[in-house]
């Protein structure tokens, strides 16, 4: 898993969906609407930033659960639009 990737995410996780005195500590797999980390609204936000931050374009067929549902799953997506171009949808949800 690409490391600075899911530094940059947690970084916005931490700075805009957890309350600021936040003792639990969440790990990449640790599905993010199950935590209460994100919801609907949240994740409209998230892949904002994602798009913003790694130049991506995603398309609303990839606006999935599975794909954004943990920091883990938004990395491996990421990394996979990465290689497919921006302007292509993922055909297959990537998976650990």
Same mark, same amino acid.
């Given at each position: 898993?690409?490391?600075?990737?899911?530094?940059?995410?947690?970084?916005?996780?931490?700075?805009?969906?957890?309350?600021?005195?936040?003792?639990?500590?969440?790990?990449?797999?640790?599905?993010?609407?199950?935590? !209460?980390?994100?919801?609907? +609204? /949240?994740?409209? @936000?998230? %892949?904002?930033?994602?798009?913003?931050?790694?130049?991506?374009?995603?398309?609303?067929?990839?606006?999935?659960?599975?794909?954004?549902?943990?920091?883990?799953?938004?990395?491996?997506?990421? !990394?996979?639009?990465?290689? +497919? /171009?921006?302007? @292509?949808? %993922?055909?297959?949800?990537?998976?650990?």
């Amino acid at each position: 898993m690409d490391e600075n990737v899911s530094e940059v995410l947690w970084e916005f996780l931490r700075e805009n969906c957890l309350p600021r005195q936040c003792d639990v500590v969440y790990g990449d797999d640790d599905n993010l609407f199950e935590a !209460g980390i994100i919801d609907s +609204a /949240g994740v409209l @936000a998230f %892949v904002a930033f994602i798009e913003g931050v790694y130049g991506l374009s995603i398309p609303d067929e990839d606006l999935l659960p599975e794909n954004f549902k943990s920091v883990a799953t938004a990395t491996r997506y990421i !990394g996979a639009r990465r290689r +497919a /171009g921006s302007g @292509a949808a %993922v055909s297959e949800p990537p998976h650990a």
